[in-house]
């Protein structure tokens, strides 16, 4: 029987061990006799204990030299007892599975070792092999390219490999490796390279490299090596890369496919994923690779099964005007069959007329709130209404359509008519609503997609820097353990539904009137503009997911929305470069960018010199100076 020796490397920005980790680390000591396992950096004590219970060993170092040093550390502090063990595995926490037994693949590479002629031993195998290509990484790359490479998040070593000069001297002199593109061209490339023609070992990977020739197929093509190369692991950044790097190879649709495929037919635990991804990931990177955006037609006719009976659902709505009170009735009777209605308002005539023409519409329970007239329609659910939550698994919440910050009539109704024709469409709607949030136990919030015509167009793409300093005052006063997104999933306006254990953060603190604005309000930038950024970081920290929320005639105007700019830009774009592809597009515009402001700043520099030893007496060059710097500031 193999007799294997393990050395894992961890490393988390937080101290915290993922029950990802655990659930590999059980798989990995079934088929390994010593596992070690090497922490770069910290770790909360409870989980070095927990780890513990099933490593043989745990080290905590300093975080330095990523898992090449990690494992150098360990390779010294074990080098006595090596020689006992047959294999020697090196692995990391980049990685999610196993998605089957890794009995199964070890079995494999025996059998095809033992096919394999005496000229192609494999001496050292990987779970995927990164072919040649054209490009240099990094100046310290050895060779102008970069050369076939066994992936290093997980290598299998055999004993004439791991006792070797040549093993121990790579490790003994590998060089200083201070960031990400080191330890890829001075470990990862350089291990192979070293073992294969100074040390003539030979070497394998488990997915055949030929089925997958596009360079780094692990974040490329997930679901395909799942699915077709049965790759047992699936790598963390298949969920989180620059999505830019998905869609200049494949359609974008790989990591959601893979997700998919996991929750039906695997017996991997997709909740591990769910839950390392939404503590560590911004969430606007999340709903892009993984295409959080559900899609409701509410036009066929349905109801609720006895089963479905059971979510207690309560409708929230804000309502100021009180020529708005018959527009809002509309709407909210699309919820009449399943939801407890709540309406709030800061008026009493508001409150009387909506009394006249809500009661004996049919709601089950109905409740009408008068609150202060302070904090608009945010403080009607943080404050007044907040018990609502409390009480019932499921809230939609809208308000009355009109904006004191628009002036155009037509403006606001289309603002209104995206809002709630994308989270109430029709009387249906509301029913498969809830069927989305229990068919899906991680969704936590559902919105309208940012406005994308007029004047809501770059709304979502330029946060506002008092909402930025407020929304980080708020992550801590709340106690939230998210990192900070600059695109939020945000509620803009104030239209979502929710599942109410998912907002439970947000009542973290005891809100009252005292922490909100008085009127009148700017038309950005105060804590009510920060706490609608905030909700879908506190239904994150929760452990939920946030989504867009459409239904099929709202779908349309989007799409071809979107459809119309890229369309409009490309047009101007490819009459002025050569290229017709985003991926080149976007690095010859950030570079150009970079490079024209340098030169800018050489030539405001040079001026402020040559104005400066000429004592102002040259009118152009001090004209040129301020000339310069007004462009900067621009």
Same mark, same amino acid.
């Given at each position: ?45 409870? *989980? ?71 000229? !192609? ?36 070593? $055999? ?15 590998? @060089?200083?490796? &201070? ?36 360079? #780094? ?39 959601? $496919? ?44 349905? !109801? ?7 979510? $207690? ?32 308002? !800061? ?19 109905? &409740? ?15 404050? *007044? ?28 109704? *289309?603002?209104? &008519? ?8 029709? #009387? ?20 309208? @997609? ?27 006063e709340l106690k939230l353990n998210v990192p900070f997104d600059d695109f939020p999933i945000a509620p803009y306006g104030d239209y979502f539904w929710v599942r109410s254990t998912a907002i439970r953060p947000l009542f973290n603190k005891s809100w009252t009137y005292d922490?909100? @604005? *008085? ?6 930038? =105060? ?23 459409? !239904?099929?005639? =709202? ?27 985003? @991926? ?29 030893? =000429? ?20």
């Amino acid at each position: 029987m193999t007799k294997r020796f393990s050395m894992y490397c961890f490393y988390d920005k937080d101290g915290i061990v993922g029950e990802y980790v655990f659930y590999y680390l059980k798989a990995l000591k079934e088929v390994s006799e010593f596992l070690y396992v090497i922490v770069n950096g910290c770790i909360n004590e409870n *989980d070095r204990t927990k780890l513990l219970t099933i490593a043989n060993r745990v080290d905590i170092r300093e975080n330095y030299g990523y898992d090449a040093y990690a494992y150098k550390h360990a390779l010294n502090e074990c080098k006595n007892i090596l020689p006992e063990y047959d294999e020697l595995i090196l692995s990391n926490n980049s990685f999610y599975g196993p998605l089957y037994p890794l009995t199964n693949m070890f079995e494999c590479m025996e059998n095809r070792d033992k096919r394999s002629s005496n000229d !192609s031993n494999i001496d050292f195998w990987g779970i995927t092999i990164h072919l040649r290509s054209d490009s240099i990484l990094s100046h310290k790359q050895k060779l102008p390219y970069i050369n076939e490479h066994i992936q290093s998040y997980f290598v299998v070593f $055999k004993r004439q490999v791991f006792l070797s000069n040549t093993f121990a001297n790579f490790f003994h002199n590998l @060089p200083a490796i &201070e960031k990400f593109s080191d330890a890829v061209v001075l470990f990862e490339l350089e291990l192979t390279r070293v073992l294969s023609e100074e040390g003539h070992f030979g070497y394998a990977s488990y997915v055949n490299p030929t089925d997958f020739p596009d360079g #780094n197929c692990t974040l490329t093509y997930p679901y395909d090596l799942y699915h077709d190369g049965k790759s047992p692991f699936v790598k963390r950044k298949a969920f989180f890369e620059d999505y830019n790097d998905f869609i200049s190879k494949n359609r974008g649709n790989q990591s959601r $496919k893979l997700l998919d495929e996991l929750k039906a037919s695997s017996s991997y635990p997709v909740e591990l994923i769910w839950n390392d991804l939404l503590r560590t990931q911004r969430m606007s990177v999340l709903r892009e690779n993984l295409h959080l955006c559900s899609i409701i037609d509410g036009s066929e006719p349905c !109801s609720l099964t006895e089963n479905e009976k059971t979510p $207690k659902v309560a409708l929230i709505l804000y309502i100021y005007y009180e020529d708005q009170v018959e527009t809002c009735l509309k709407d909210a009777l699309k919820l009449v069959s399943m939801a407890d209605a709540y309406i709030v308002s !800061s008026s009493n005539d508001t409150l009387e007329k909506a009394r006249d023409l809500f009661l004996g519409r049919g709601f089950r329970k109905i &409740e009408f709130i008068l609150k202060q007239d302070k904090g608009r329609d945010v403080s009607s659910y943080l404050i *007044d209404a907040k018990f609502v939550f409390e009480h019932y698994d499921y809230v939609c919440y809208f308000h009355d359509p009109q904006n004191p910050q628009l002036a155009n009539k037509y403006a606001v109704r *289309d603002f209104y &008519e995206h809002c709630v024709g994308s989270i109430l469409d029709s #009387n249906y709607f509301a029913i498969r609503v809830i069927r989305e949030f229990e068919k899906n136990p991680k969704l936590g919030l559902l919105v309208p @997609p940012p406005q994308n015509w007029g004047a809501f167009y770059a709304s979502e793409y330029n946060l506002h820097p008092q909402n930025k300093e407020l929304m980080n005052k708020l992550i801590k006063e709340l106690k939230l353990n998210v990192p900070f997104d600059d695109f939020p999933i945000a509620p803009y306006g104030d239209y979502f539904w929710v599942r109410s254990t998912a907002i439970r953060p947000l009542f973290n603190k005891s809100w009252t009137y005292d922490d909100l @604005p *008085d009127e009148p309000l700017p038309i950005d930038g =105060t804590i009510l503009h920060a706490l609608e950024r905030i909700i879908p970081f506190c239904v994150q920290s929760a452990g939920y997911y946030a989504s867009w929320l459409n !239904s099929p005639s =709202t779908q349309r105007l989007y799409t071809d929305n979107c459809y119309h700019y890229t369309k409009m830009f490309n047009q101007s774009m490819f009459k002025i470069f050569s290229f017709c592809d985003l @991926p080149s597009m976007r690095y010859f515009l950030t570079q150009f960018a970079k490079k024209q402001y340098k030169n800018i700043k050489c030539k405001y520099y040079k001026y402020i010199i040559l104005d400066f030893i =000429t004592l102002g007496a040259v009118a152009k060059f001090r004209r040129k100076k301020l000339k310069i710097k007004q462009i900067l500031k621009e």
